[in-house]
């Protein structure tokens, strides 16, 4: 055991703010990701591995503990986690869900998106008729049924299509993600997490513009519609605003054949024990595993200030834990209203990273001086 423990340096700190993501080496010890990888080769079919101590343990008995509590502050140790475990295939010929198809989609398929979005299956025919028919197909096509446009909506991901009763807020959201690597990914199109670099300052700028502009935020709010009829099944979700993705085109960019350009992510390059964390906002996608000799392996964790709900117990796998599982309504003491909360953390990201105020301080006084 370390006497001391880990903690981010001055200069990771500046890598976190400006980057949005640092990438800890070594932040989980041998003897745990052996452990976990064992308990994965031993899992039966279909059951879930999240809830293992195996699994958790990759978090909760490593670096990445210390090193959140300092540079973030206090949360629920995870009980759960999402087992991200990807074959190695070639491209497919299936629709993704931003409506292309997968073989046609740059960076190994990359979806770059925010997380706590709705995502009901898109339909993998062509589709036809009105924009409103195809919306209200769409969102009636979910695990609930046709509800109609209803906060009770759930996507097949189980995110609710709206957090509020009033359908003001599309998105939920929490503080940190963590990504543990489990196998060899220093290769590109091994399926790795890929990154949309910096991106996160411009997630926050557009969220607080959404909410100035008339306080709905997400998809459906201002400057962001849900679905982009334009898509080739003219039925795919859109998963980061156009004014964001814009931001981040360049001669560099790959483009659909529609001549759609797409902005060009960073592939995570990491070994088995390394731990990604990012800030909440960060665009980000798993990629496809086309190049891999084995299945691509990591364990996804969400992590939200304990400060947001001190009441409130979230179990490291949700992206929306405002709400229950299958969107139920959770129990608020009078005067505590989640959504305004949540709308308070998406439009200041640095004010639940309780040990980086120092260094977004003196970031923010270079970038006015
Ligand atoms: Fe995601």
Not at 27 to 46: F, M, N, S, W, Y
Not at 186 to 207: M, P
Not at 332 to 339: C, I, Q
């Amino acid at each position: 055991m370390n006497a001391t423990p880990r903690t981010l340096s001055d200069a990771e700190k500046r890598t976190l703010y400006r980057d949005g993501y640092i990438i800890l080496k070594g932040a989980v010890a041998p003897d745990l990701v052996e452990t976990a990888l064992r308990r994965i080769k031993a899992a039966k079919k279909g059951e879930h591995l999240g809830t293992t101590p195996e699994m958790t343990n990759l978090v909760n008995e490593s670096d990445v503990t210390p090193v959140l509590h300092e540079a973030m502050g206090q949360f629920d140790p995870p009980t759960n986690c999402q087992v991200a475990v990807n074959k190695a295939r070639p491209p497919g010929d299936y629709f993704n869900n931003l409506g292309y198809r997968d073989r046609d989609m740059p960076y190994y398929g990359a979806e770059s998106h925010m997380d706590g979005l709705c995502t009901i299956g898109v339909p993998q025919t062509v589709q036809e008729g009105t924009p409103d028919e195809i919306y209200l197909r769409h969102i009636s096509s979910g695990p609930k049924g046709d509800l109609g446009r209803h906060p009770e909506v759930i996507g097949h991901n189980t995110v609710p299509l709206f957090q509020d009763p009033e359908m003001t807020l599309g998105m939920g959201s929490f503080t940190a993600f963590v990504f543990v690597c489990l196998n060899d990914q220093t290769r590109e199109g091994c399926g790795q997490t890929s990154l949309l670099k910096g991106a996160h300052h411009a997630t926050e700028k557009f969220l607080q513009w959404q909410r100035e502009t008339n306080g709905h935020m997400g998809p459906e709010g201002p400057g962001w519609p849900r679905i982009n009829f334009d898509a080739p099944n003219r039925c795919g979700h859109v998963y980061l605003p156009e004014s964001v993705r814009e931001q981040f085109l360049d001669d560099d960019s790959e483009t659909t054949p529609d001549g759609k350009r797409w902005p060009r992510p960073t592939q995570a390059l990491m070994e088995p024990g390394d731990a990604c964390i990012t800030v909440f906002h960060m665009p980000h996608s798993g990629t496809r595993n086309e190049h891999g000799t084995e299945s691509r392996k990591n364990m996804i964790f969400r992590i939200r200030n304990k400060k947001r709900q001190p009441g409130h117990v979230v179990s490291g796998v949700t992206d929306h834990p405002d709400r229950g599982s299958m969107g139920a309504w959770l129990e608020y003491e009078e005067g505590n209203d989640p959504w305004e909360r949540s709308r308070d953390a998406l439009c200041n990201q640095w004010e639940e990273w309780e040990g980086m105020s120092r260094i977004v301080a003196e970031e923010w006084a270079a970038a006015i001086t």
